[in-house]
């Protein structure tokens, strides 16, 4: 089940992890924030998954010109008063909020839904949390401005960092022009919960 308070997660960190490894040429990362399952690591809705992958190595290996083939990807950050405002690569025509169900998978084998509960009610895009000085996170009221994303709190006077999809099983829509979800990302480098573990 999702949680109704902004909390630290090791899938949020496996996620990062992951992410790392677009600093190695010739890599590319396939985002499928939006087509996991609450319940099952693993989504059960493979064309999705298999298209998208497709479209990477057919654009960077093989030159096709499809146009955009990711989803937008965490820039950089300023903190603009009581705003932050985050800038992304894959963005070029905007950003697009991606219209929410009333429910979300729980697990499509099972048969089972729960109901969508918005964290920040007034935005249209609930994935978004925010600290200031005290790393204390507090759900975002999060708006699109073309090719950036203003994020703020009523409970934040002087934001410093920004999350977005840092959850076990986040609520996302951030999409790009060609659909395709944002990487979930954070702009801090406070002590992430597995880094002294060893597997």
């Known amino acids: ?5 902004p909390a630290e997660s090791e899938w949020a960190e496996l996620r990062e992890s ?3 490894t ?10 499928l924030i939006d087509l996991g399952e609450a319940i099952d690591l693993h989504p059960r809705n493979k064309a ?8 990477l190595v057919l654009s960077r290996q093989y030159g096709k010109n499809l146009g955009v083939v990711s989803g937008p990807v965490y820039e950089s950050m300023t903190v603009e008063g009581a705003e932050v405002r985050s800038r992304f690569r894959n963005a070029a025509s905007g950003l697009r909020a ?10 499509t084998l099972l048969g089972r839904t729960a109901r969508l509960v918005r964290n920040s009610p007034n935005s249209e ?17 999060a708006r699109i401005e073309g090719q950036t994303m203003v994020v703020d709190s009523s409970q934040i006077a002087k934001p ?4 977005y999809g840092w959850a ?20 801090d480098s406070f002590a992430a919960l597995t880094a002294n573990r060893h597997f």
């Open 1 to 5: 089940m999702r949680k109704s308070s």
């Open 18 to 20: 992951q992410s790392e």
């Open 22 to 31: 677009l600093k190695v040429p010739g890599t590319a990362l396939a985002v």
């Open 48 to 55: 999705d998954v298999g298209e998208r992958l497709a479209y």
């Open 98 to 107: 991606k219209p929410l169900p009333p429910v979300y998978e729980l697990s």
């Open 125 to 141: 895009l609930p994935g978004f949390q925010i600290c200031g000085e005290d790393h204390h996170w507090v759900w975002a009221d």
């Open 160 to 163: 410093i960092a920004v999350r």
């Open 168 to 187: 076990d099983n986040p609520t996302v829509n951030l999409v790009n022009e060609a659909g395709l979800p944002a990487a979930p990302f954070r702009t």
